[in-house]
C-alpha cells in the first residue's frame, strides 16, 4: 500500500487580530551572529524589513529558519549551529512565537544553542525533543528548506538556477493538492517501472521466437537421435540381463559345492570317533605315569634334602674341630705372652727414669724485659706518627673528592648545555632547515679561516629567561632570521656565502653605525595602568651585533608586554600610540589605511613557543669551560700533594714493621722455651701411664683356664654333631631304594604308552585326509558362495528385478552367448545412424526448457505491464487533470501581473506523455515590446529580469499557497528602478487579499514615493553607537517624530 502525506491544514479565516494560525508573531533572538538581544513583532500581512547592508537583515532570516528545526546547511553560511553563537559569546538562543488556532492560542518554540554545536528545544516553557518541535511545524505546513516559501539571500541565485523539473516539485510542495507532489512522485516510480517492464517483454518475445526457430529447423535430427537412443537403450537392457545370467550359472555351482561338502564331512566323523576310541586309553596310561613320576620327584627332593642336611651337619663338626685347634693355640700364645710382659716392664721403668732425668737437666728461659719496653715505646711512638699521617692524607683526599665532584658535575652541566644546543639544531631542522647541523659544523670547523666573529644560528645566540617572552619573541621575529648567521665583515660573509650555499641558511652581514638611534625604553605610569610592563627588546641576551639585528630586522622596540589587565584594556593601548603589544594569549597590532586615516585592528592567537624550549646563554657555557680548567689544575696539584704523603706514611709503616718484627722474634723465642718444657712433662706423664697399663694386664693362670673350659665344650658338641650324621645316613639309604622302585614301575608304563602311540598315528593319518578333504570343500563352498554374492551384487548394481523387467527378460535370449549375439546386432544397427552435433538432443532440450521459462515470465510479465498502465492511467487521472488546473490559475495571475507592468509572461506545465520525471514548470517572460516569450535563464534575461519574474511568480503563489508565511530575502537586487516599483505594487496589492499569507521582504532600500497599505509593516534595523536610547523609547510605541526630537534635545 503506498505511503499516503499527511494532509495539510487549510487556512483559516483571519481572526480579529488579523493573523491566520501559524503566522510569526513575534521573533526574540539573544547573542544571536550580529545581535546581542532582539525583540521584533512582525505584522500579519506584507513585512517589509529594511536596513542597511550588514545591518543584521539576513540574521533575521537566519534565525527564522534555524529556530523552525532548520538546519544550517540551508542558509549557505555555515555548516555548523554553533557559528551562529555571537563571536565572544558562549551560547544564545532564538524564540519563535507562532499564532495557535485562536488569538489567545500562541505557541512558543525556544532554540538554545552552543558553541560547542549542541541545540536543546524548548516548546511553551517545556525541553522537548527536536520531533515534537517538527511536529507542529508541519502541522501548519511550514516548510524552510522549499525555496518556493523560503529563500534567504544566500540561495537567491539557487531559485533562479532551479530547472523545470525541480521548479515542478518546489510548486507542488508548496501549494496545491497535498496529494500532488505524492502522485507526483508514484508516477515516476511507476513509468520508470513501465518502461522495465516493455524492456523486458520486447526483450522476452524477440528471444522466444528465436529459440522456437532454431528448434524448429533440428526436429528430424532430433528424431533419429531419439531412434538412435531407443536401439542403445534395448542395448541397455540387455546388458543389465547378462548379470543375472551370470547369478544363475554361480548360483548352481553353489549348490554342487554345498554336496561335496556334506559328503567330505561324514566322512571326517567317522574317522575322528575310531580315533578317539584308540586315544581313551592312552590317557589313563598317561595319568598312571604322572602319578609314579610325582611320587619320584617327591623322593628325590627328601633325597636333596638329606644330602643338604648332611652336608651342613659335616661342615659344623669341621669348624668346631678348627675352633678346638685354635684354642690349643692361643694356650701356648699366652705362655710366650707373658715372658714378653715382663720384658716390657723393665723397659718401660728404664724410659720413665731417662725422661725425668731429662726434664731435670733443661735450664729456664728468661725474657728480654727492658728491650720489649723499648720496642714498645717505639712503636706507639710511630703508630701516632702514622695515624697523624692517616688524617692529614684522609683531610687531602676528602678535599680531592669535594674537588672532583664539583669538577663532575661542571663537566655534566657542559655537556648538558652543550646537547642543548643540540636540541636547538634539531628544532631549527624541524621548521624547514634540514642542513642546519651540517652547516653549524662547517662553522666550527673553519673559525680560524674568518677576520671577525661569526654568530650563528642565532637562535643558539639567544637566551631568554622568561618561556612566554620566549613565545612573544618566537611569533613575532620572522623564521628565517633564527636559522641565519651573522658576519661582521664583508669578506666573511662572501666566504659563507660561497661555502654555504648548499646549506640553505641565510647570511647577514652586520656593520657597526654609531649614529644609530633607538627608541628609549620608558613604561609611563599611563602604561602602567593598562598592565604594560616591558618591551621585546628587553626580554632577551644576545652578544650586540646579534641583538642589533633582530632589532632591526623585527622592529622589536616597538613591541611592547602586557598582562591580562592589557587584554581587557586593549583598545586604550592604541590611543598611548602602542601599535602592537603582546599579551598571555594574544597579539594585538594596528595599522593605518593606505587610502585613508582610519585605523584597522588584528588580533591573533599567541603560540606556544617551539625553538625555545630548551635555551641557553652562550656566556654560560664559555665560564663553565674557564672553572673546568681551573678544578682540573687544582685537583692534579692536590694529587701530587696526595702521592707525597703516601711515601711518607710508607716509610714509617716500613719502620713500624722492622719493630713489630723484633718483638715478634723474642716472644717467638719465649714461646719455644715453655713448649720444650711441656713437650718433656708430656713424654714423663705418657712413659708413666704406659708402666701402669702393662702391670694392670691379666695374669697366666686365669687366662689359660678359661680356653680349656671352652676347649672341652666344643668336642662335647662334636659328638653330638657326629650322631646326627649317622642318622642321616640310614635315613639316605631308605629313601634311595623307594625312589629306585617308584622309578622302575614308571619306565615299565612308559612303554607300554609308546606301543600304544604307534596304533594311534596310523589312525591318524587317515583322519587328517578326511579332515583335509572335508576343508578343501568347504573353501570351494565358501568361495562359490563369495563368486555367488558377487554375482547378485555385481546384477543387483547393474539392475534390481522388478516384475516389469523380470517380463522384459523374459523377452530375451536365455543364454550367455545368444544375449551377447544380440547385444552386438543392436549396437551395430545404432551405429549406422550418423549425425554432426552429438549435443543435438541435450541443446533441444535445453532449448525447450528456456522456451518454456521465458513463456511463462513473459505472460507474467504482461500481465504486469497491463496493471501498470491501468495504475499509471488511474494516477495520472488524478493528477494532472489537477497540476494542469494549478498552473493554469498560476499562469493567470502570473500573465495579470506581467500584463501590469507592461510586459508579458506565462507559466505553462511541459508534458512528456508517461515520461513524469521529465515533466516541468516553464516560464516565459517578455520584457520588450519586439521579440517573443523566452524561457527564463541566464541566457535570456538579465539579473533584474530574473529577480522580477521570480518575485512575481512568488507573487502568483499568493492565493494557491498553504504555507502561513513565505520570506523573501534582497530579491529587488539589481532590479531598475521602474521594475523595482512595478514589483513593488505587486506585493502590496497581493498581501491587502483576504487570505495571502504573512510575508517578509528583506531590502537594504526602498525607492522614494511608492504607494503603501494598511496590510504592510516596516521593520528598519539599524545599529550604531547612539542607537540603544532611541531604540527604548520608540520600543514603547513612539512615532519617529518623536525618536527625532528627543535626539535633538539631547544634542
Known amino acids: 500500500m503506498e505511503h499516503r502525506a499527511a494532509k495539510r491544514l487549510k487556512l483559516h479565516q483571519r481572526g480579529e487580530d488579523d493573523y491566520v494560525p501559524g503566522n510569526i508573531v513575534e521573533i526574540e533572538i539573544h547573542n544571536f551572529m550580529t545581535y546581542d538581544h532582539l525583540t521584533c513583532k512582525p505584522g500579519p500581512r506584507l513585512n517589509l524589513v529594511i536596513g542597511p547592508n550588514g545591518s543584521g537583515k539576513s540574521s533575521l532570516v537566519c534565525a527564522i529558519a534555524l529556530g523552525l528545526a532548520g538546519e544550517p546547511q540551508l542558509l549557505g553560511r555555515a555548516s555548523s549551529i554553533g557559528a551562529f553563537v555571537k563571536r565572544g559569546e558562549e551560547s544564545g538562543y532564538i524564540k519563535i512565537s507562532l499564532r495557535g488556532d485562536t488569538a489567545k492560542e500562541i505557541i512558543t518554540i525556544t532554540r538554545k544553542i552552543d558553541t560547542r554545536n549542541k541545540s536543546e528545544w524548548v516548546l511553551n516553557g517545556v525541553a522537548v525533543p527536536k520531533r515534537d518541535v517538527i511536529e507542529v511545524i508541519q502541522k501548519f505546513n511550514i516548510q524552510v528548506n522549499n525555496l518556493t516559501q523560503f529563500l534567504p539571500q544566500d540561495r537567491v541565485c539557487e531559485f533562479a538556477k532551479l530547472s523545470p523539473i525541480q521548479l515542478l516539485e518546489e510548486t507542488e510542495k508548496a ?72 547369478y544363475d550359472m554361480k548360483k548352481m555351482e553353489y549348490k554342487e559345492a554345498q554336496k561335496q561338502e556334506a559328503v567330505g564331512k561324514k566322512k571326517m566323523d567317522e574317522a575322528a570317533k575310531v580315533l578317539n576310541d584308540l586315544i581313551s586309553p592312552i590317557e589313563k596310561r598317561k595319568k598312571m605315569k604322572a602319578t609314579q613320576e610325582s611320587s619320584c620327584k617327591k623322593l628325590s627332593n627328601q633325597m636333596t634334602q638329606n644330602a643338604n642336611n648332611r652336608r651342613d651337619a659335616i661342615e659344623k663338626e669341621c669348624q668346631m674341630g678348627v675352633q678346638v685347634r685354635a684354642k690349643y693355640d692361643e694356650m701356648e700364645d ?7 710382659r715382663q720384658r716390657r716392664i723393665a723397659k718401660a721403668k728404664e724410659d720413665l727414669v731417662a725422661a725425668e732425668s731429662e726434664l731435670a737437666g733443661l735450664a729456664t728461659y728468661e725474657p728480654p724485659r727492658e728491650e720489649m719496653e723499648r720496642l714498645s715505646a717505639q712503636v706507639m711512638e710511630l703508630n701516632f706518627e702514622v695515624n697523624q699521617m692517616k688524617m692529614r692524607r684522609k683531610e687531602k683526599e676528602s678535599q680531592l673528592a669535594h674537588e672532583k665532584g664539583i669538577l663532575r658535575k661542571c663537566s655534566e652541566r657542559l655537556k648538558e648545555m652543550e646537547s642543548k644546543n643540540n636540541k636547538l639544531l634539531l628544532a631549527l631542522q624541524n621548521t624547514g632547515a634540514d642542513k642546519i647541523f651540517e652547516a653549524y659544523s662547517w662553522l666550527q670547523e673553519h673559525r680560524s679561516e674568518l677576520k671577525k666573529e661569526v654568530y650563528g644560528p642565532v637562535l643558539l645566540e639567544v637566551n631568554v629567561q622568561d618561556q612566554a617572552h620566549a613565545a612573544y619573541l618566537e611569533n613575532h621575529v620572522p623564521n628565517y632570521i633564527w636559522k641565519s648567521f651573522i658576519t661582521q ?157 703516601q711515601k711518607e706514611q710508607r716509610q714509617l709503616e716500613d719502620e713500624m714493621a722492622k719493630i713489630h718484627k723484633r718483638r715478634e722474634e723474642i716472644i717467638e723465642n719465649v714461646k719455644s722455651d715453655k713448649k720444650k718444657h711441656q713437650e718433656m712433662q708430656r713424654r714423663v706423664d705418657i712413659r708413666r701411664r704406659k708402666l701402669e697399663d702393662i702391670n694392670k694386664e691379666e695374669d697366666l693362670k686365669s687366662s689359660t683356664k678359661k680356653l680349656i673350659d671352652q676347649a672341652a665344650l666344643l668336642n662335647e658338641q662334636r659328638f653330638q654333631m657326629a650322631m646326627k650324621i649317622k642318622n642321616l645316613l640310614i635315613e ?17 608304563i612308559d612303554t607300554k604308552i609308546r606301543e600304544m602311540e604307534m596304533d594311534v598315528k596310523q589312525h591318524q593319518k587317515s583322519a587328517i585326509q578326511a579332515a583335509t578333504h572335508y576343508e578343501n570343500c568347504k573353501k570351494e563352498t565358501e568361495q562359490c558362495k563369495i563368486q555367488l554374492y558377487d554375482a547378485k551384487r555385481q546384477a543387483e548394481s547393474v539392475a534390481v528385478i522388478t516384475d516389469d523387467l ?59 505491464l497491463k496493471r501498470c498502465l491501468c495504475d499509471i492511467n488511474t494516477l495520472k487521472g488524478k493528477w494532472l487533470p489537477t497540476l494542469r488546473n494549478l498552473v493554469t490559475k498560476i499562469n493567470e495571475t502570473f500573465s495579470h501581473n506581467f500584463q501590469e507592468m507592461a510586459v508579458a509572461g506565462e507559466v505553462s506545465l511541459d508534458e512528456h506523455e508517461v515520461d513524469f520525471d521529465q515533466f516541468g514548470i516553464l516560464i516565459k517572460v517578455k520584457f520588450r515590446q519586439t521579440g517573443e516569450l523566452q524561457v527564463l535563464s541566464a541566457h535570456h534575461q538579465s539579473g533584474g529580469e530574473r529577480s522580477v519574474s521570480t518575485i512575481l511568480y512568488l507573487v502568483s503563489l499568493q492565493d494557491l499557497t498553504n504555507c502561513p508565511f513565505r520570506v523573501v530575502d534582497e530579491i529587488n537586487q539589481g532590479m531598475d528602478p521602474i521594475n523595482e516599483r512595478k514589483m513593488f505594487q505587486q506585493l502590496v496589492r497581493a498581501a491587502s487579499q483576504l487570505n495571502t499569507p504573512q510575508c517578509f521582504l528583506l531590502t537594504p532600500k526602498l525607492l522614494p514615493d511608492l ?31 518623536s525618536v527625532m526630537g528627543l535626539e535633538g534635545e539631547r544634542v
Open 334 to 340: 699366652l705362655k710366650r705372652q707373658e715372658e714378653s
Open 1011 to 1041: 504607494e503603501y497599505s494598511e496590510a504592510c509593516s516596516i521593520l528598519n534595523i539599524m545599529n550604531g553607537p547612539w542607537i540603544e536610547k532611541p531604540a527604548k523609547v520608540w520600543s514603547n510605541g513612539e512615532c519617529w517624530g
Open 732 to 748: 639316605a639309604v631308605a629313601l634311595k631304594w623307594s625312589f629306585m622302585e617308584k622309578n622302575l614301575m614308571s619306565i615299565e
Open 175 to 246: 501549494v496545491g493538492n497535498p496529494e500532488l507532489p505524492v502522485q507526483h512522485h508514484a508516477l515516476v516510480e511507476k513509468s520508470r517501472e513501465l518502461k522495465k517492464l516493455e524492456l523486458a517483454v520486447k526483450q522476452n518475445g524477440d528471444t522466444l521466437n528465436q529459440l522456437r526457430a532454431l528448434n524448429a529447423e533440428q526436429e528430424r535430427d532430433v528424431e533419429r537421435v531419439r531412434q538412435r537412443e531407443k536401439l542403445l537403450a534395448k542395448v541397455d537392457l540387455m546388458r543389465k540381463k547378462l548379470p543375472w545370467l551370470k
Open 489 to 645: 665583515d664583508a669578506s666573511d660573509r662572501d666566504f659563507l656565502v660561497r661555502n654555504l650555499k648548499s646549506y640553505d641558511v641565510p647570511i647577514l652581514n652586520y656593520v657597526a653605525e654609531r649614529s644609530i638611534s633607538r627608541v628609549p625604553f620608558n613604561i609611563t605610569h599611563e602604561m602602567q595602568e593598562i598592565g604594560i610592563y616591558s618591551r621585546l627588546d628587553q626580554v632577551f641576551d644576545a652578544p650586540d651585533a646579534v641583538r642589533n639585528v633582530l632589532i632591526s630586522q623585527a622592529a622589536l622596540e616597538y613591541s611592547y608586554i602586557g598582562s591580562d589587565v592589557t587584554h581587557r584594556k586593549a583598545d586604550e593601548a592604541s590611543r598611548l600610540g602602542i601599535l602592537d603589544f603582546w599579551t598571555p594569549d594574544n597579539h594585538y597590532r594596528w595599522s593605518k589605511s593606505r587610502y585613508g586615516d582610519h585605523m584597522a585592528a588584528s588580533v591573533e592567537q599567541v603560540n606556544p613557543s617551539r625553538l625555545f624550549k630548551c635555551n641557553l646563554d652562550i656566556g654560560d657555557i664559555e665560564r663553565l669551560r674557564s672553572r673546568k680548567v681551573e678544578l682540573e689544575s687544582d685537583i692534579a696539584e692536590m694529587e701530587e700533594s696526595l702521592r707525597l704523603l
Open 806 to 864: 523380470a517380463q522384459e527378460f523374459l523377452q530375451m535370449p536365455g543364454t550367455i552367448e545368444e544375449l551377447e549375439v544380440a547385444i552386438q546386432d543392436n549396437l551395430s544397427e545404432a551405429n549406422s545412424i550418423l549425425f554432426l552435433n552429438q549435443n543435438i538432443l541435450q541443446e533441444y532440450e535445453s532449448r525447450q526448457r528456456q522456451i518454456d521459462a521465458i513463456a511463462t515470465k513473459l505472460e507474467a510479465d504482461e500481465k504486469e
